[in-house]
């Protein structure tokens, strides 16, 4: 594995090609098959972290269309499948496995924890709060933005697309500053650009608050934002932890950045 900074400006690496990035970044974090794979695909999708809010925006806006349901807890059930249906459930059981690494006293076995698929105590109650973290935010969504100039559906599925690109970003935010806690098809994707990958992620995230309407764009903002807040965050505390990101940090920075930012964003719209 190349160290941080490397990447497409190597000499003598072939250049990045976007549609490759795109589909290497869909076959990664979602389950949508994707025509025409290559192995191309998943070299390129390491060089490419601005694909993590472009697979976000397009799950996002899938999944915002259970808003359109008439009933809130409808409309967050549906919400909640259309994401696991599209996503599948890599990230949250990656999300289980910090949960146990974090349990662990002994820093020497937390490694070793995050290779166990036994299901402990510290996991299933990581998975189990920001699962109801998740639920509640997008039932929060579909009762409590009523009363503005946007219709409820409207304003949740601009909220829920914000928090998915920005869960994503969180992703990209860690590839590009963190370095691989050990060999793995996550950590893989971890050290392989630097710091500067940030800002076409940035490129790709931003558009995001355009679609806001009046009086809205706090709380896209804050959708948006919290992805990267809990990666820097995690990125601070899994360091001396585990000594670097594994593919389980990345996809609970995803779980616990999504569950963040939709309760930002009702927060936000409700006191704007």
Do not use: Q
Not at 24 to 40: E, I, K, N, W
Not at 71 to 76: E, F, G, L, M, V
Not at 147 to 167: M, Q, S, W
């Amino acid at each position: 594995m190349t160290g941080s900074g490397s990447g497409a400006g190597d000499p003598g690496t072939p250049a990045v090609r976007p549609i490759h990035a795109l589909r290497g970044a869909f076959t990664f974090l979602t389950r949508v098959p994707v025509p025409g794979s290559d192995p191309a695909d998943w070299h390129a999708f390491r060089r490419s972290p601005w694909t993590f809010p472009a697979v976000g925006a397009g799950v996002g806006a899938v999944a915002g269309l259970a808003f359109l349901a008439p009933s809130p807890w409808t409309a967050a059930t549906a919400y909640l499948l259309a994401l696991y249906l599209l996503t599948g459930v890599t990230h949250a059981d990656g999300l289980a496995d910090l949960g146990d690494a974090v349990a662990a006293h002994d820093p020497d076995r937390r490694l070793a924890v995050l290779k166990d698929a036994d299901l402990g105590v510290g996991g299933a109650l990581a998975l189990g709060v920001t699962l109801l973290a998740t639920t509640l935010g997008a039932v929060g969504l579909a009762t409590g933005l009523a009363g503005g100039d946007v219709p409820v559906g409207g304003a949740a599925f601009r909220v829920v697309l914000a928090a998915e690109v920005g869960a994503k970003a969180g992703m990209a935010v860690l590839a590009c500053l963190g370095t691989p806690a050990h060999e793995g098809l996550g950590s893989a994707v971890v050290g392989e650009v630097g710091p500067r990958s940030l800002v076409p992620v940035a490129v790709v995230s931003v558009p995001v608050l355009f679609a806001a309407p009046p009086g809205a764009l706090p709380a896209l903002a804050a959708a948006l934002l919290s992805g990267p807040f809990v990666a820097v965050l995690l990125l601070v505390r899994v360091r001396p932890w585990l000594g670097g990101v594994s593919g389980d940090v990345l996809g609970a920075t995803n779980e616990i950045g999504r569950a963040v930012a939709l309760h930002a964003g009702v927060v936000a719209w409700t006191i704007a």
